[in-house]
């Protein structure tokens, strides 16, 4: 009798141990799987990329890959270079809001009404496809009516690689028409991971950031707008956001080089007659080592 015991005891031993060790099998494979699939999802977010030009001096470290589904918004700074090949202006816009005051990093108690200067930004849609080109495009659009019609420069906006000098655009003179694929040699793209945001930095013919041309711009955006507003809603609860709602404005890079090095979370500026707060997110972006280098400053000392 205790012979036959044991031999059950033994057989319900090993079936347990072979269930165990399958188990264990079957959780390894799991787990090597997801880790294969991660390692798989290169980041469609593209990767920070040196700068080009006179500030190429300054090294930056490769950042680590993030997975392509990992950000979470968006934002476009269009930019134009100088003859030199420095950074001289940026576009920025403007808007209202009501924020908290600790926000910012003022005294005041509570919330206050602030004029902010941002970076064109918003949060990925699935339409995008986790394609962070498609929602820092589409976000522009939505916010700015494609002021200027710059987003097409999106479409052809190299941010995987670093430019040479072969691949520079050819100047262009001023009755020159410009290239439906011109595309800058110095873009450069970065991921903020406390706002799990991805920047593009993309460059522009500098004939975009001179002044005139108010008119059709204008005609443009009411177009845009009526686009916006006629597109068929996916649901009958879907609610529609906000259109056209920032002021777009060429600054000097001067500008956005003070409001780096500028100790104040929320750098003052003056913005279309009015004084202004840079928004702490765009701040804090402007000051990674990435950003500088594209300004032309030097590391920021430890």
Not at 41 to 49: D, F, L, M, W, Y
Not at 187 to 213: D, H, I, Q, S
Not at 222 to 230: R, S, V
Request: charged share 30%; proline share 7%.
């Amino acid at each position: 009798g205790s012979l036959q015991n044991m031999g059950k005891i033994g057989k319900k031993k090993a079936k347990a141990e072979a269930k165990a060790s399958t188990s264990s099998n079957a959780k390894r494979k799991a787990s090597d799987a997801e880790a294969s699939t991660k390692k798989a999802k290169t980041a469609n977010v593209p990767k920070a990329v040196q700068p080009k030009g006179p500030e190429q001096a300054v090294k930056i470290e490769a950042p680590a890959e993030v997975p392509e589904d990992a950000y979470r918004a968006a934002a476009v700074v269009f930019f134009s270079r100088d003859a030199d090949g420095k950074v001289a202006k940026v576009l920025v816009a403007s808007e209202e809001r009501k924020v908290s005051a600790s926000f910012l990093g003022l005294e005041e108690k509570g919330k206050v009404s602030q004029r902010l200067v941002v970076f064109p930004q918003g949060r990925k849609e699935k339409k995008d496809k986790n394609d962070a080109v498609e929602t820092a495009k589409r976000e522009y659009i939505e916010e700015t009516l494609d002021w200027g019609g710059l987003s097409r420069y999106l479409d052809f906006a190299d941010f995987e690689g670093a430019a040479d000098e072969a691949s520079k655009p050819a100047p262009i003179g001023p009755g020159d028409k410009i290239p439906v694929t011109w595309t800058g040699s110095s873009n450069l793209a970065l991921y903020f991971a406390p706002a799990a945001m991805t920047v593009l930095f993309c460059e522009v013919p500098a004939r975009e950031a001179e002044k005139g041309g108010e008119e059709a711009r204008a005609k443009r955006q009411k177009e845009i707008a009526a686009k916006l507003q006629a597109k068929p809603k996916p649901s009958p609860t879907y609610h529609v956001g906000k259109v056209g709602h920032v002021e777009p404005e060429w600054i000097s890079a001067d500008t956005l080089r003070e409001v780096a090095l500028s100790p104040d979370k929320a750098p003052a500026v003056h913005l279309q007659g009015h004084e202004c707060r840079f928004f702490p997110t765009n701040v804090s972006i402007l000051r990674l080592p990435e950003a500088r280098a594209w300004l032309g400053l030097p590391p920021q000392s430890k």
